[in-house]
């Protein structure tokens, strides 16, 4: 079965940098998450998108934004890249959460970013 | 704030021994989702509970939807050595419709041939 892909697997960037991570959801899924996770520490929501309007929004800082495009895939941008944005980003798809009944709430791989 | 909180933080046990961790709160959530999670990976659905009060068992896994919705359990039975990795718990609150998931601290799990 497909599953939720995500794009780079690894990406290493300098302080200042720009990043761009993309997304892509379990067909026919139409809400996307995105997760943040430090080392050790347990995922945390940076934001949602359903039907590419953003639907919920958790820490993120304001160098990052994020959108979801008319495919349904979303990107999150990364900007002024620091330190301690080093971590692993996980990108999860699901139904309509409001359905209920979880969605098939499903993570992606993720992908390692690490500033130096 | 953490509004999740999941022990025990880690065990270390025998193989073929059983293995049962929690996640409690203060908030009331409409479903509980447990997971595992192998280093460099993303988190892998272990078991779904959307009712207060349900048992769900998948293989050796069994996880509960706790009755006052506050609380979820995790057991898992007769432990091999591939069961090792780290487990977190994930609600939804029930003040919230956007599916975004809180995360319980974890619960590293290491397993002795």
């Known amino acids: 079965a497909a599953g939720v892909i995500q794009s780079p697997r690894h990406l290493i960037k300098e302080k200042r940098e720009t990043a761009t991570l993309k997304c892509y959801p379990i067909?026919?899924?139409?809400?996307v998450y995105w997760y943040q996770q430090g080392p050790g520490q347990d995922p945390q929501f940076l934001i949602s998108f359903y039907e590419k309007m953003q639907s919920d929004k958790g820490s993120i800082p304001d160098r990052f934004s994020a959108q979801q495009f008319s495919d349904y895939h979303s990107e999150l941008n990364m900007s002024s890249l620091e330190l301690g944005d080093s971590a692993l980003y996980f990108c999860a798809s699901s139904l309509d959460p409001r359905q209920g009944s979880g969605g098939g709430y499903t993570f992606g791989s993720g992908t390692r970013l690490t500033v130096v | 704030g953490q509004q999740l909180n999941q022990s025990p933080q880690s065990m270390f046990i025998q193989e073929g021994e059983d293995v049962s961790m929690n996640c409690t709160s203060s908030?009331?959530?409409?479903?509980w989702l447990w997971y595992k999670q192998d280093p460099g990976e993303g988190p892998v659905l272990l078991i779904a509970?959307?009712?207060?009060?349900e048992l769900t068992s998948n293989g050796r896994l069994t996880a509960q939807f706790g009755i006052t919705r506050k609380d979820s359990f995790l057991n898992i039975s007769a432990s091999i050595p591939s069961d090792v990795g780290i487990y977190f718990c994930a609600g939804q609150l029930r003040s919230s419709n956007t599916g975004k998931l809180i995360f319980g601290q974890g619960t590293t799990l290491q397993v002795k041939p």
């Open positions: 908030s009331i959530f409409n479903t």
């Open positions: 067909p026919r899924h139409d809400t």
């Open positions: 509970l959307y009712k207060a009060g």
